[in-house]
Structures are given as structure tokens and as C-alpha cells.
T-cell receptor, first 115, second 112 residues
């Protein structure tokens, strides 16, 4: 069964450094998402992406964050200058159709630790 | 605003017993989805129920949706130790590509 994959599984970085989290969505899906989960808290939406554009973003997704689909398979989340509070599990998800109509399939997550 | 809220926050049962988790939400939805998360791992999609559906089954899972009460329940029958995980409901609103809104989850422990 096709799966969303994410790399790396764990990333440790120093505060102020840039990180890029990578995702490979399911191949025939058209809609892509990033969510994060701070330890012990809810899963929170960051951004959705369709047709090479951001379609929705949350208040969390400020100027320090960016997303890109550099080729036909990868979907990346970049944090330009990490802060301690960016430490969280970051999940990529994809769906074949719009969120209101279709299941979102999640990757296994990247645990980001900012020191 | 708090959209999906699960209750109870934690549930501990013996293997073989049934586990029921509830989810309440505030706004109109198009669908509601349940996910499982093993400790520190990714989210596994369990079941999606649409607003025009009242009940759905998948193996040992039974989900109900009451749109008049804005609530859903997830029943796991004949639980197993491997069902130990956190269970989240997530709601999708009525249009567009608005994101899923997750609740805080119910932590289920199944004791062998």
C-alpha cells in the first residue's frame, strides 16, 4: 500500500540554524500538508499546498517557514532560523482530493529537537 | 475555538473488553476522521465518516456520528494489547481545503 514517507526521522539542530524537513507524498495525490505536534499537545495545522501554491496557512506558519515542491515527488518544509519552541514532531500528509472530501494520509513524522 | 475534543482523556481496560471514546465538535463539518498514534510515532488513519452517515464499521471498529449533538464515538470491540495507543478525532469543515482540526486525543491502555 502506498505510504507517505518523511526524512529524517529525527533532526537535532542548534537554535538559529536552518532545517529542511523532507516528505514524499503518495504519488497520485494532489494536496499536501504539514502539521506539527508539540510533545503532549494537539496536532496543529501549519500549511496546505496545491498546484504549486500555498492554499491555506495557520498563524504558526510565519515568515520563518516556507514550503516547496522542488520536483515531482518531494515536498519540503524549511524553517529558516529555528527557535527552541519549534521543537516538535512534524507530520507531512497528502490527500487525493480536497480536505473536506478526502482522507489525509500522514507520514511517520520527523522529530525536530532545537537546542 | 476548540473543535474536536475527545473524552475521556485516558482509558484503561482489560484485553477483550470494549473501548469507547467520544469526540465533540462545535462547527458544522463535512466529515470526521479518527486516527491512531502509537507513542512517538505517526498518525494512522482508521476511518472517515461523512456528515450524511450515522454509523460506519471497519473490522473491530465502529464509529457513529450524531450531527445534531455534534458528537462522534469510536468503539473498539474485543480490544487487544496492540490497540494501546492515543486516538484522535479530526474534523474537516464543509468546503475547500481547510485543514483537519484535531482534538487532544484519548490515551487508551489495554492491559493483557
Amino acid at each position: 500500500e502506498p505510504e507517505v514517507t518523511q526524512t529524517p526521522s529525527h533532526q537535532v539542530t542548534q537554535m538559529g540554524q536552518e532545517v529542511i524537513l523532507r516528505c514524499v507524498p503518495i504519488s497520485n495525490h494532489l494536496y499536501f500538508y504539514w502539521y506539527r505536534q508539540i510533545l503532549g499537545q494537539k496536532v496543529e495545522f501549519l500549511v496546505s499546498f496545491y498546484n504549486n501554491e500555498i492554499s491555506e496557512k495557520s498563524e504558526i506558519f510565519d515568515d520563518q517557514f516556507s514550503v516547496e515542491r522542488p520536483d515531482g515527488s518531494n515536498f519540503t518544509l524549511k524553517i529558516r532560523s529555528t527557535k527552541l519552541e519549534d521543537s516538535a514532531m512534524y507530520f507531512c500528509a497528502s490527500s487525493p482530493g480536497l480536505a473536506f472530501a478526502d482522507t489525509q494520509y500522514f507520514g511517520p513524522g520527523t522529530r525536530l529537537t532545537v537546542l | 475555538s476548540q473543535q474536536g475534543e475527545e473524552d475521556p482523556q485516558a482509558l484503561s481496560i482489560q484485553e477483550g473488553e470494549n473501548a469507547t471514546m467520544n469526540c465533540s465538535y462545535k462547527t458544522s463539518i463535512n466529515n470526521l476522521q479518527w486516527y491512531r498514534q502509537n507513542s512517538g510515532r505517526g498518525l494512522v488513519h482508521l476511518i472517515l465518516i461523512r456528515s450524511n452517515e450515522r454509523e460506519k464499521h471497519s473490522g473491530r471498529l465502529r464509529v457513529t456520528l450524531d450531527t445534531s449533538k455534534k458528537s462522534s464515538s469510536l468503539l473498539i470491540t474485543a480490544s487487544r494489547a496492540a490497540d494501546t495507543a492515543s486516538y484522535f478525532c479530526a474534523t474537516a469543515l464543509n468546503s475547500g481545503n481547510t485543514p483537519l482540526v484535531f482534538g487532544k486525543g484519548t490515551r487508551l491502555s489495554v492491559i493483557a
